[in-house]
């Protein structure tokens, strides 16, 4: 069965460091991966994707992500937080030909403190 | 401007009382898709459709149901709306391809009591 896990409900970080949200997957073939951002009591919002090629994946706002195949990991990742950035955080999949359904992770609420 | 809309944003209603959530896209989408977020699982798929007059189950279809008869509209209907049915919804649309980003409604917070 096709999967996602945010093994972290919530990060916190101080303004100005690194934050990583962790995201790892479940899925038969090649995953098609993406992370989305959800502000409160807005929709969500793509930042980036992973499809093919480089590992490194960069994104909306200075987020980059990472796929790591042998890992199963797509980590999302930024090299300085805003307060600004403090949001919940989804990772997604979807594996080929399956319809077009996205798995969610649970969710990873990210809190950035000045 | 590119957008999913859905209406109401917010409603409150009581168990058993038929309701439509109407979700609306202008990006002459082909898939469109419904979830309901709810604390702890993530969003979770109800329906989906690839396109006009085609639809499918999701993961958490059970009392719901949908149609798709134009192209940009997938109304969500609720015949006899439970509490268990409390929750946050929101309506996506897509372009056809495994590999394309799925646009979402601002999301609709449903209360049955």
């Known amino acids: 069965a096709q999967s996602v896990a945010q093994p972290e409900d919530q990060v916190n970080v101080a303004e100005g460091n690194p934050l990583t949200v962790k995201c790892t997957y479940s899925?038969?073939?090649?995953?098609?991966l993406f992370w989305y951002v959800q502000y409160p009591n807005r929709g969500l919002q793509f930042l980036l994707k992973y499809i093919t090629g480089d590992n490194l994946v960069k994104g909306s706002y200075g987020f980059e992500a990472e796929f790591n195949k042998s890992q199963t990991s797509f980590h999302l990742k930024k090299p300085s937080a805003l307060v600004s950035d403090s949001a919940l955080y989804f990772c997604a999949v979807r594996a080929a030909n399956q319809g077009g359904k996205l798995i969610f992770g649970q969710g990873t609420e990210l809190s950035v403190k000045p | 401007e590119a957008q999913v809309t859905q209406n109401p944003r917010y409603l409150i209603t009581v168990t058993g009382k038929k309701l439509t959530v109407t979700c609306s896209q202008n990006?002459?989408?082909?898939?469109m898709s419904w979830y309901r977020q709810d604390p702890g699982l993530g969003l979770r798929q109800i329906y989906y459709?690839?396109?006009?007059?085609?639809?499918d189950k999701g993961d958490v279809p059970e009392g719901y149901k949908v149609s798709r008869k134009e192209k940009r509209n997938f109304p969500l209907i609720l015949e006899s709306p439970s509490p268990n049915q409390t929750s946050l919804y929101f309506c996506?649309?897509?372009?056809?391809?495994?590999?394309?980003?799925?646009?979402f409604g601002p999301g609709t917070r449903l209360t049955v009591l």
């Open positions: 899925v038969s073939g090649n995953p098609y």
């Open positions: 996506a649309s897509t372009l056809t391809g495994d590999y394309n980003e799925q646009f």
């Open positions: 459709s690839m396109n006009v007059e085609v639809t």
């Open positions: 990006m002459n989408h082909e898939y």
